[in-house]
């Protein structure tokens, strides 16, 4: 157990919707990062947020958002869904900021959309 | 952009030989870590490496980063079947963002036992 939850493990919706993923980071980890995982393209850097504040932007699309709450825990929003937004979306914490943190994973989220 | 090149893609092997992963990048690196996703799994943070030329073991298996800090490897010694997963290099290039790590696209091991 990473210690880093995320809600729901699994979401099946429709093109055109909007859902909401949920991520609780490890206890004492101020660093919360999206990753995107499909087939063909691997582990995708989202986005990072430390203590609230966004610190990295990857391969984040428009019609994606996220955020980290006071309580640091963070929101990935993916809106106008389309089918090749059907991945595992993983949520990760670390301790601090740099790239030079281990990061740890929670068990995902697995988006289908129909 | 920045680039990560892991191969082999896929590798299986039987069990007790060798296995050898690779990651190659076109920039010099600040540092790389190794992760395990096991089947059906998250990833699992492994090691880091920084300096150049080091050479770290956790037990069977054995991790280098090297000379120019522009590869690295991951060598797994007489491979078990609980070794089998995907193996990610993830780097971070020197002069890049502080914050951002670039993951390959993995090694699938298979363990034929």
């Known amino acids: 157990d990473s210690g880093v939850t995320q809600t729901p493990k699994h979401l099946i919706t429709a093109t055109g919707q909007r859902v909401t993923l949920r991520c609780s980071p490890r206890s004492g980890d101020l660093s919360v990062y999206w990753y995107q995982q499909s087939l063909d393209q691997g582990l995708q850097f989202l986005i990072q947020?430390?203590?609230?504040?966004?610190?990295a932007k990857g391969n984040i699309l428009e019609r994606f958002s996220a955020q980290q709450f006071p309580d640091l825990h963070s929101e990935l929003n993916l809106s106008s869904l389309e089918l090749g937004d059907s991945a595992l979306y993983f949520c990760?914490?670390?301790?601090?900021?740099?790239?030079?943190?281990?990061?740890?994973f929670g068990d995902g989220t697995r988006l289908s959309i129909l | 952009g920045q680039q990560v090149m892991q191969i082999p893609q896929y590798q299986h092997v039987q069990e007790g030989e060798d296995f050898t992963t690779y990651c190659n990048s076109s920039?010099?690196?600040?540092?790389i870590q190794w992760y395990k996703q096991r089947p059906g799994g998250h990833p699992v943070f492994l090691i880091q490496?920084?300096?150049?030329?080091e050479v770290k073991k956790q037990k069977r298996l054995t991790f280098q980063f090297g000379e120019a800090k522009k590869n690295s490897s991951l060598h797994i010694t007489a491979t078990q079947t609980t070794d089998v997963g995907t193996y990610f290099c993830?780097?971070?290039?020197?002069?890049?963002?502080?914050?951002?790590?670039?993951f390959g696209k993995g090694t699938l091991l298979t363990v034929n036992p």
């Open positions: 993830a780097e971070k290039s020197s002069g890049g963002s502080n914050y951002k790590l670039t």
């Open positions: 920039t010099t690196l600040s540092n």
């Open positions: 947020y430390y203590n609230g504040e966004e610190r």
């Open positions: 490496l920084v300096k150049s030329g």
């Open positions: 990760a914490s670390s301790v601090g900021q740099g790239s030079n943190q281990p990061q740890h």
